[in-house]
């Protein structure tokens, strides 16, 4: 396909016993709750056996730009390393970006794990062809209350340690609502779950297959501005879209509008798919109840549907999948094999 890497390369995987990088290339959050952070380092150890390694900025309240970039450049350059884990999001890992070396990157290809604001590297990475792992954070999925939530666990063993093609399974229950960290009986207290509304398949009846690109909808559309980090329109031909809303709970007509955007660029037209996450409709700031949550999820579906229609009428569509802020959560391989089959209805990657 005109544009896109000639061949994503599927880093090598960890082996039990490796070490692998624990980075805060976004937030440092990992000050601020430590509880979170090293019950999600103790079961990397415990669960898959695998030895975290923390850089000088892992657990930095407030570390710049520059900083974080460095660990990052150490991570991927140190031979011992196998892969490398993100701590959690945030909001500023644009800033990271300029500081890499792309041929560093590229010469030492890693597994790199992280969603939200690490969103930002799995774009950097996807432009050189490399493949990384949308999802799993030490501080969430790691780090969940009680146990590992079980889907959760199995896509995390499955992206990190294996390799195989993998249908992702539908749960029957998810949540979207996360406990306090500062409550220091959070990690004892099991979130509580709803009943999880069925995956809403549109479009044509067709199966389509392609390396996977996209992520957090708010950190796509940083780039989509910015414009430093993107491969050429015509990269994107025959790839399969993944989107997915954070905790700020964008409304309905943002969503609309930045797929607007990407349909009057002519670039919503080049997936050959798109996949949508089931949207998360509650956080600390904004305690929607039941129904507010049903308002929030059908208007985002509706603004998807309507931006779809109107520019990209011909392509299969999965709304409600779950692979973004909320829980379960599946692991994407972005730049992997993904195929949507509209007419089977289903979702199988490639890890």
């Known amino acids: 396909m005109a544009g896109m890497p000639s061949q994503f390369r599927y880093p090598d995987k960890p082996r039990r016993g490796d070490a692998v990088a624990v980075l805060s290339p976004s937030s440092g959050l990992a000050a601020r709750f430590p509880r979170p952070y090293e019950l999600g380092l103790h079961r990397l150890w415990q669960e898959f056996g695998l030895n975290p390694a923390v850089f000088p900025t892992t657990?930095?309240?407030?570390?710049?730009?520059?900083?974080?970039?460095?660990?990052?450049?150490?991570?991927?350059?140190?031979?011992?390393?196998?892969?490398?884990?993100?701590?959690?999001?945030?909001?500023?890992?644009?800033?990271?970006?300029?500081?890499?070396?792309?041929?560093?990157?590229?010469?030492?290809?890693?597994?790199?794990f992280g969603y939200s604001d690490n969103t930002n590297l799995h774009l950097y990475l996807w432009k050189l062809g490399l493949v990384s792992y949308i999802g799993g954070s030490v501080m969430v999925q790691f780090g969940w209350p009680v146990a590992m939530e079980p889907t959760s666990r199995l896509s995390l063993q499955r992206a990190l340690l294996e390799r195989g093609s993998y249908r992702l399974e539908p749960p029957d229950r998810y949540t979207d609502e996360e406990g306090n960290w500062d409550?220091?009986?959070?990690?004892?207290?099991a979130p509580l779950s709803f009943p999880a509304t069925p995956w809403s398949w549109h479009g044509p009846r067709v199966a389509a297959t392609g390396p996977a690109w996209g992520g957090s909808l708010e950190i796509v559309d940083f780039h989509l501005r910015t414009g430093r980090y993107l491969a050429p329109d015509d990269a994107y031909d025959g790839a399969v879209l993944f989107l997915e809303t954070s905790e700020e709970l964008p409304p309905a007509s943002y969503v609309y509008r930045v797929l607007m955007c990407m349909g009057e660029r002519r670039l919503l037209q080049r997936f050959a798919a798109i996949v949508w996450a089931r949207p998360k409709a509650w956080s600390h700031d904004q305690r929607n109840d039941a129904a507010a949550k049903a308002d929030y999820t059908r208007d985002q579906h509706e603004a998807v549907l309507a931006a779809v229609a109107e520019y990209h009428p011909g392509v299969p569509l999965v709304f409600g999948v779950d692979f973004g802020h909320t829980e379960p959560q599946h692991v994407v391989p972005s730049g992997g094999a993904v195929t949507v089959d509209g007419e089977k209805q289903e979702i199988w990657v490639r890890y």
């Open 59 to 112: 657990r930095a309240a407030a570390a710049s730009p520059a900083e974080r970039a460095t660990d990052v450049m150490a991570a991927f350059a140190e031979p011992e390393i196998k892969a490398i884990i993100a701590t959690i999001g945030g909001e500023d890992e644009l800033k990271v970006l300029a500081l890499l070396d792309p041929e560093v990157l590229a010469a030492n290809p890693k597994p790199f």
């Open 183 to 189: 409550d220091p009986a959070m990690l004892e207290t």
